[in-house]
């Protein structure tokens, strides 16, 4: 069964430093997808960013970016700049490859992220 | 914001109850999905829809329904509720399965 891990329950970071947050994942599948979400206070669930696991280069999003491991299973999200409004909730996120063609998302759980002033 | 439209935003019902959460899909998105993120469960994809057939199912419980309708809106039918089923719903679509889901605000579900 596909599992998504994220082995950081909480961290924290001062404003304008840089952070890493961890995801690991287990699949059978040579392709699939990947993602950061985001969720504030609001509740509201943002995406940040997509990765397909067919494509080598690391893809960013303005100050978020993201080390993609294949051979290790391994999603990481980098923050560079932090902001204040990046205090959230993050979820590692995966789906499965052209095998099943459904869009189910598994979610990790979570990491919580608080930015310090 | 996503595109993606919920209603209600807020629900408090008893159990044993029934009750209908709406989602409208962002234009041009065939595909719709369910979640369910409660406190011990985490995030949870309960079923989705393309294009008004069943698609995929996950841990949605029997009490549970849903359908998508000819205009792409998609509800879900939650049934004789249980405390337990208190939680956040959010309904997400996306262009085609394999793209990006956009979430909706979610359904705040409160079961007394």
């Known amino acids: 069964a596909q599992t998504v891990t994220q082995s950081q329950p909480e961290m924290s970071v001062q404003e304008a430093e840089t952070v890493t947050l961890s995801c690991t994942y287990d699949?059978?599948?040579?392709?699939?997808?990947l993602f950061w979400y985001k969720q504030p206070p609001s509740r509201q669930m943002i995406l940040v960013i997509r990765?397909?696991?067919?494509?080598?280069q690391n893809a960013t999003e303005n100050r978020f970016s993201v080390n993609f491991q294949k051979a290790a299973k391994s999603f990481s999200l980098k923050i560079s700049d932090s902001q204040l409004g990046d205090t959230a909730m993050y979820f590692c996120?995966?789906?499965?490859?052209?095998?099943?063609?459904?869009?189910?998302?598994?979610f990790g759980q979570g990491t919580t992220l608080q930015v310090k002033p | 914001d996503s595109g993606v439209t919920q209603t209600p935003k807020h629900l408090i019902t008893a159990t044993g109850q029934r009750v209908t959460l709406r989602c409208s899909p962002r234009?041009?998105?065939?595909?719709v999905y369910w979640y369910q993120q409660s406190l011990d469960q985490g995030l949870q994809f309960l079923i989705q829809y393309y294009n008004g057939e069943e698609r995929a199912k996950g841990n949605i419980l029997e009490r549970f329904s849903a359908q998508q309708f000819p205009d792409l809106h998609s509800e879900l039918n939650l049934s004789s509720l249980e405390l337990g089923d208190s939680a956040l719903y959010f309904c997400?679509?996306?262009?085609?399965?394999?793209?990006?889901?956009?979430f909706g605000p979610g359904t705040r579900l409160t079961v007394t």
């Open positions: 990765q397909e696991a067919y494509k080598q």
């Open positions: 699949t059978s599948e040579s392709n699939y997808y």
């Open positions: 996120a995966f789906i499965e490859g052209r095998s099943s063609n459904t869009g189910k998302l598994i």
């Open positions: 234009s041009g998105d065939l595909s």
């Open positions: 997400a679509s996306s262009e085609t399965p394999l793209r990006e889901q956009y």
